[in-house]
């Protein structure tokens, strides 16, 4: 009696093995998650993020350029506002000569063909720290998402390719698509943070942009990690309002969540490796407890294999390096 099936023969080198790999990780993948700040000259690395830092527009230049010539070519872009320009309803998110549109405007000069998009929600903005406006110590959902939709028409005004709502206000998707479809921006995309889950995994992320709600936390608005079911009516909903791209986050412990939505709909799905991932993994390494190279890139197709197309990750530029 012999066995006929013997599946190791599929695994005796590496030639076989890639030849037979389901999955793999490229540049094309990635989404670059980018931190812009005030100022001239400003290269500052973010405490909790090692190897990440906040840049000014000067230099932020010097930053796309280097991503584009790594072959990285799409960004997402995030902006630390100073305090004094803070109120309740994100009043500054609209200045077309805000930071975010002119970093809009920096992007699209040094590389034309790079993907723009943008993050809309006003905790950046807001002197409560939270995604939307304030009332009574609830977060109000409409009259936010009339802000949304402006602040996404200013963002697609001064240039950008797509709009990432990461708020999670019940409707915002169809005001943002509508004024877009009125305002004539036709083809400005949306990718909708369309199952975000109120996650202690943002933690690094608040500290980099200063924008940790000033009272209580998010879980009026952002889902109950307890959730499954949910993520896909959010998913759905989301869908049917206008949005060309859906997206789970946070990543690792959510994939579950990632394989539901991608069996579930037929746009491409995102998922965002948040920063207290990157985190995690970077203080584990430092400490010589984890192969950094090794998790980054088992974490990473791990996304893969759950159903993202497309992935947000602090660690793009580490992976293209390791690629060669
Ligand atoms: C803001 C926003 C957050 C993140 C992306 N957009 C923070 C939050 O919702 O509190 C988190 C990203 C990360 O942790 O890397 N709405």
């Known amino acids: 009696m012999h066995q006929l099936r013997r599946n190791r023969r599929l695994r005796t080198t ?3 093995r890639s030849l037979v790999r389901e ?30 830092y906040r840049y000014s527009l000067d230099l932020l230049k010097d930053e ?20 004094n320009l803070k109120d309740n309803k994100g009043t500054e998110a609209l200045n077309p000569e805000g930071l975010m549109q002119l970093a809009i405007k920096t992007v699209k000069d040094i590389a034309p063909e790079m993907l723009v998009m943008t993050d809309v929600a006003l905790d950046p903005y807001s002197s409560y720290g939270h995604d939307g406006i304030v009332e009574d110590g609830y977060i109000i959902n409409d009259p936010t998402c009339e802000v949304l939709a402006k602040m996404s028409l200013s963002h697609a005004r001064a240039g950008a390719d797509f709009v990432a709502p990461s708020d999670m206000m019940d409707g915002r998707i169809l005001s943002i698509r509508e004024l877009l479809e009125a305002e004539n921006y036709k083809n400005t ?26 009272f209580g936390d998010k879980k009026t608005y952002q889902m109950d990690f307890a959730n499954r079911d949910e993520a896909v009516k959010e998913t759905l909903m989301d869908i049917d309002e206008g949005a060309d791209i859906v997206m789970v986050k946070p990543g690792l412990a959510y994939l579950d969540i990632l394989r539901d939505i991608r069996d579930a709909v037929d746009v491409p799905v995102a998922v965002y490796q948040v920063s207290g991932e990157y985190a995690m993994l970077k203080a584990a390494a430092e400490k010589g407890w984890l192969d950094h190279d090794a998790i980054m890139m088992e974490q990473l197709i791990a996304f893969k294999r759950a159903g993202a197309h497309i992935i947000a990750s602090y660690f793009a530029k580490d992976v293209v390096r390791l690629l060669g």
């Open 14 to 16: 590496e030639s076989i």
């Open 189 to 214: 995309g949306i990718m909708s943070y369309s199952a975000k889950y109120a996650s202690g995994f943002y933690g690094p992320f608040r500290d980099a942009l200063d924008s940790a709600p000033g």
């Open 64 to 83: 796309v350029k280097e991503l584009w010539a790594m072959g990285l070519k799409a960004v997402l872009l995030f902006v630390k506002v100073p305090d």
């Open 23 to 52: 999955h793999t990780i490229t540049p094309n993948d990635f989404l670059v998650p980018l931190f812009v700040v005030e100022g001239k000259n400003v290269k500052e690395e973010i405490a909790s993020m090692p190897g990440y």
